[in-house]
């Protein structure tokens, strides 16, 4: 029977969406009355009908599976769950690789931004910037917000922040996912970067982890490792380990076209405004002296925060703006691109945006793939994002979430929404 | 010369004549392809689109090719306005758009139906 068919589906590929009271729902949790109407639809779809006066359509009429799929296609991905779970025809018509290529292909695909909406559980919302709508949303894997997180081409990475020996990676959408060892190297360390990179034909990954420990008793000498994963192989290699004189890592990373980008901060003891600096390592080069000091590219202008991004494989880099008179204040934010060893201003976030958000730290959450950047404050659920092609400035839609407590503090990263791709 | 646009006839299931001028027919990439390569004679026959599709179809084509190409929002309304009916009426609209093979009425039509789909679930 398809009604039980339909609810064997439904628990098979449990999603990740829930219903919130006053939002789009999405996934009911239990076989209500929405789904039968789905099942009397499809129903109706297969039936064939007879030509009378009344009639306007052709006697044979049975919507084959070419045109099912057409019609599908054309849901949002949000939806795409849901119709698969009306019956066992629909499942394998979404389920179909046709389907799922023609589904990414032919249409315009933004990140997500997902936001935490609470510090002890990985729930809040995902916001899809076409249709403007913020879901309430489950991530898997990911246990608070305070663990590590990169993303490339829909497989999102994350790694605890306690003993920083659990790596998942996932596809939030699907939520398939896939546990890693961890990492070889330190133990116990200071600092740790963590990013992805997905080849967009073959699936496979790397991810890199990079650990930064001070030297014991030295405070401008710090050992850095770099960790380096491979999907393939399924194994990690240490590829680089060295100490850095004057710059420790931080948290900051990213890889773009086969370049491990990593921000250090310098530790010149005494000197006030810490300044930032850029280390590249080629992942596939993987000479012998690894971060080469010597190929550090400095910052533009002093910031007090940067926030690396691939954004089709340019490093992106959004930076927040001290004031010289006031620590701990931005004056403004400026999005840069890495031309070679130059850095190419692309645009400063407008004053109009920057007073809109309130509040705002001199650090920030900012993440952005694609053509879309997105930067949040910690302090407010607002959400600006900017689109790189258009170089337009523009808010999300506002979050259906409220600031509960002063202290309460708001981060996020982003994602490209993808069916088609598992780690 | 005079420009006098060429006049084209379809038979549709139910054997009833429509004629249309070519620029409109020519909307349809399957009757255009026909008649560049010589497939059809004086009338072109369309066994799948019945009378009652058919003059919807023209009506939708007759818009698009009459209407000025800056005027999107009233394009724009007329679509709205053309895909809000019987759903029955729209799966024939939207199974004859893929056999004519004409692009923007089958994104109009399966985009409603999804919109109805969607609705529902």
Redesign the interface.
């Known amino acids: 029977m398809s009604t039980v068919l339909c609810v064997f589906y439904f628990l098979e590929g449990t999603s990740c969406f829930h219903a919130m009271e006053g939002e789009t729902s999405w996934v009911s949790h239990s076989f209500d009355d929405n789904v039968r109407d789905m099942v009397d639809f499809n129903l109706f779809l297969e039936r064939s009908y007879e030509v009378s006066t009344e009639a306007t359509v052709p006697v044979d009429l049975i919507l084959p599976d070419d045109l099912l799929e057409r019609i599908l296609a054309y849901l949002p991905i949000a939806s795409i769950f849901r119709v698969g779970c009306v019956c066992k025809r629909w499942n394998e018509v979404v389920s179909s690789r046709r389907f799922l290529w023609n589904f990414t292909h032919a249409r315009v695909h933004k990140p997500w931004y997902f936001m935490f909406t609470s510090s002890d559980e990985p729930v809040g919302y995902a916001y899809d910037p076409i249709l403007r709508k913020w879901y309430g949303f489950e991530l898997p894997c990911i246990g608070t917000s305070s663990w590590f997180i990169a993303s490339s081409c829909g497989l999102v990475c994350c790694m605890d922040n306690d003993s920083r020996s659990e790596l998942y990676v996932c596809n939030p959408i699907t939520r398939n996912y896939r546990k890693l060892e961890k990492p070889p190297g330190l133990r116990f360390y200071d600092y740790s970067a963590l990013s992805i990179s997905v080849n967009k034909i073959s699936h496979s990954y790397n991810v890199s982890v990079v650990k930064s420990k001070q030297v014991p008793g030295n405070f401008i000498q710090w050992e850095v490792s770099v960790h380096i994963y491979d999907s393939g192989t399924m194994m990690w290699a240490t590829t680089s380990a060295e100490i850095l004189t004057g710059w420790r890592g931080g948290e900051e990373s990213v890889i773009c076209d086969g370049v491990l980008y990593l921000l250090v901060y310098s530790t010149g003891g005494g000197i006030p405004e810490s300044r930032h600096g850029l280390l590249t390592y080629s992942l596939s080069s993987r000479l012998s002296h690894g971060l080469l000091m010597r190929n550090l590219i400095s910052m533009p202008c002093p910031l007090t925060c940067g926030r690396l991004m691939n954004l089709k494989e340019k490093l992106v880099m959004v930076g927040g703006l001290g004031k010289q008179d006031r620590p701990g204040i931005i004056k403004g934010i400026g999005i840069w691109v890495l031309s070679g060893k130059e850095w190419q201003e692309i645009s400063r976030m407008p004053h109009k945006f920057f007073q809109g958000f309130g509040e705002f730290d001199d650090v920030f959450a900012s993440s952005g793939t694609d053509d879309l950047i997105y930067i949040q404050s910690y302090g407010a659920p607002a959400l600006l994002s900017f689109d790189f092609n258009q170089k337009q400035w523009k808010w999300s839609q506002k979050c259906p979430v409220t600031k509960r407590f002063p202290l309460q503090l708001f981060t996020g990263f982003c994602f490209e929404p993808r069916l088609e791709i598992s780690p | 010369m005079a420009s006098e646009s060429k006049m084209i006839m379809l038979r549709s ?2 054997n009833e004549v429509f004629e249309v001028e070519e620029a409109l027919a020519f909307e349809s990439q399957t009757i255009k392809h026909m008649i560049e390569h010589d497939c059809a004679d004086t009338v072109i026959p369309l066994p ?3 009378s ?2 058919l003059a919807k179809v023209i009506e939708y084509c007759k818009k698009h090719v009459t209407s000025p190409k800056d005027d999107n929002n009233e394009l724009e309304s007329f679509d709205a306005e053309f895909v809000n009916i ?4 729209l ?2 609209l ?2 004859a758009a ?1 056999y004519l093979n004409i692009k923007s009425f ?1 994104d109009l039509t ?2 409603a ?3 109805i ?2 609705e ?2």
């Open positions: 299931s139910n799948k689109v019945s009652n599709i019987d759903k029955n009426v799966f024939g939207m199974s893929n089958l399966s985009q139906l999804a919109d789909i969607e529902k679930c």
